[in-house]
T-cell receptor
Framework: KAGVTQTPRYLIKTRGQQVTLSCSPISGHRSVSWYQQTPGQGLQFLFEYFSETQRNKGNFPGRFSGRQFSNSRSEMNVSTLELGDSALYLC????????????FGNGTRLTVT | GESVGLHLPTLSVQEGDNSIINCAYSNSASDYFIWYKQESGKGPQFIIDIRSNMDKRQGQRVTVLLNKTVKHLSLQIAATQPGDSAVYFCAENTGTASKLTFGTGTRLQVTL
């Protein structure tokens, strides 16, 4: 079974621009979650989508948004990029039930200059 | 590869020895716990999980112990191998399926 696929692997953007990251979950998984990983803050939860609906949200500003499509694929968008948005963005998928472990992709490394 | 923490605690063990990685969690309402392994340049990889109604769970070469009284979780790796070198994270959730709270991580270095 193919794992979680994230594209692109690397992105370099300029402050003020916007960016869209893509995630394809494991086949059969209906939940997709997004996490931000930085050296200073570690792994932090952004949001979760289940059956095309946002089910949970972390403590990030509204510049961070996402969506999920009917095939469970998900995209994350960050608008008006700031230098502090530089991070590894990780997508994880699961069946979406309690006790169902998250399986992560290898992430998209975003650098904002 | 990615730096997952400039000041991560580091555990150095010799190849063949057993490793014990510890984690303290803060939320007494957490009912599900997971250990992840993250190698340089990769995302976290699921190792083993445990629910709060259990004290111990074993996998292949790994054992997770849960002590709810002191809110402590540990990961034991038997016969540690060079391929086990990575950063290990514990994570907890409180029933909301995908919202995990991660620990800061421990770097495991395996020496030959």
């Amino acid at each position: 079974k193919a794992g979680v696929t994230q594209t692109p692997r690397y992105l370099i953007k300029t402050r003020g621009q916007q960016v869209t990251l893509s995630c394809s979950p494991i086949s059969g998984h209906r939940s997709v979650s997004w996490y931000q990983q930085t050296p200073g803050q570690g792994l932090q939860f952004l949001f979760e989508y289940f059956s095309e609906t946002q089910r949970n949200k972390g403590n990030f500003p509204g510049r961070f948004s996402g969506r999920q499509f009917s095939n469970s694929r998900s995209e994350m968008n960050v608008s008006t990029l700031e230098l502090g948005d530089s991070a590894l963005y990780l997508c994880a998928s699961s069946y979406g039930q309690g006790g169902s472990p998250l399986h992560f992709g290898n992430g998209t490394r975003l650098t904002v200059t | 590869g990615e730096s997952v923490g400039l000041h991560l605690p580091t555990l150095s063990v010799q190849e063949g020895d057993n490793s014990i990685i510890n984690c303290a969690y803060s939320n007494s309402a957490s009912d599900y716990f997971i250990w992840y392994k993250q190698e340089s340049g990769k995302g976290p990889q699921f190792i083993i999980d445990i629910r709060s109604n259990m004290d111990k769970r074993q996998g292949q070469r790994v054992t997770v112990l849960l002590n709810k009284t002191v809110k402590h979780l540990s990961l034991q790796i038997a016969a540690t191998q060079p391929g086990d070198s990575a950063v290990y994270f514990c994570a907890e959730n409180t029933g909301t399926a995908s919202k995990l709270t991660f620990g800061t991580g421990t770097r495991l270095q395996v020496t030959l």
